[in-house]
Antibody, heavy 124, light 110 residues
Framework: EVQLVESGGGLVKPGGSLRLSCEAS????????MNWVRQAPGKGLEWVSS????????YYADSVKGRFTISRDNAKNSLFLQMHSLKAEDTAVYYC?????????????????WGQGTLVTVSS | SVLTQPPSVSGAPGQRVTISCTGS?????????VHWYQQFPGTAPKVLSY???NRPSGVPDRFSGSKSGTSASLAITGLQAEDEAYYYC???????????FGGGTKLTVL
């Protein structure tokens, strides 16, 4: 059974940093692209970042470019999102999701499995 | 949103409803695939249709995706109370070089 479990969310002040983790199980993690998608309270889904299976391709939404860094450790079946210079508008539930696309075309694919999400609240 | 969805749709049990997703020549119209998700409040999204008109195993055949020109649609037939949820379309936009979601549609079963 595919499982994705996010952790690392919490309350942080504006300008602060936070590192999200996503532990994967039930599939060969190192052969899939992975995505982060967020959802602000009461709002819709927003794609945040994607990373290819071997980390060769990495993409970010303009809203987080330069502030967020996606990475993965295939040996530990883990995905990460390092977030810096956090703003109030980054407040959201952050979902880790398995991607179906590969290589430079991975953004054309969809997310077939999702974690339960972790809440990030940016507030003073 | 780059992909435009109606904020809400509604229908009576047993009826057929469609949810539209309108894009442009840089996303749906460029031939990029459209995917659809269902989300219940407080839970993670679940894929209902992928690559325009494919249904994952386990998804009832009451749900069907389609695409034409710069738009896509999700049709739900034989509407049931448990279909009441939010629905999102997703595609790729070449102008933004981003994956993009529609704003979401709340389906109410009357």
């Amino acid at each position: 059974e595919v499982q994705l479990v996010e952790s690392g969310g919490g309350l942080v002040k504006p300008g602060g940093s936070l590192r999200l983790s996503c532990e994967a199980s039930g599939f060969t993690f190192g052969t899939y692209s992975m995505n982060w998608v967020r959802q602000a309270p009461g709002k819709g889904l927003e794609w945040v970042s994607s990373i290819s299976s071997s980390s060769s391709y990495i993409y970010y939404a303009d809203s987080v470019k330069g502030r967020f860094t996606i990475s993965r450790d295939n040996a530990k079946n883990s995905l990460f999102l390092q977030m810096h210079s956090l703003k109030a508008e980054d407040t959201a539930v952050y979902y880790c999701a398995r991607g179906t696309g590969s290589g430079y075309q991975m953004l054309w694919g969809y997310s077939d499995y999702w974690g339960q999400g972790t809440l990030v609240t940016v507030s003073s | 949103s780059v992909l435009t969805q109606p904020p809400s749709v509604s229908g009576a049990p047993g009826q057929r409803v469609t949810i539209s997703c309108t894009g442009s020549s840089s996303n749906i119209g460029a031939g990029y695939a459209v995917h659809w998700y269902q989300q219940f409040p407080g839970t993670a999204p679940k894929v209902l249709s992928y690559d325009n008109d494919n249904r994952p195993s386990g998804v009832p055949d009451r749900f069907s995706g389609s695409k034409s020109g710069t738009s896509a649609s999700l049709a739900i037939t034989g509407l049931q109370a448990e279909d009441e949820a939010y629905y999102y379309c997703q595609s790729y936009d070449s102008s933004l070089s981003n994956s993009v979601f529609g704003g979401g549609t709340k389906l109410t079963v009357l």
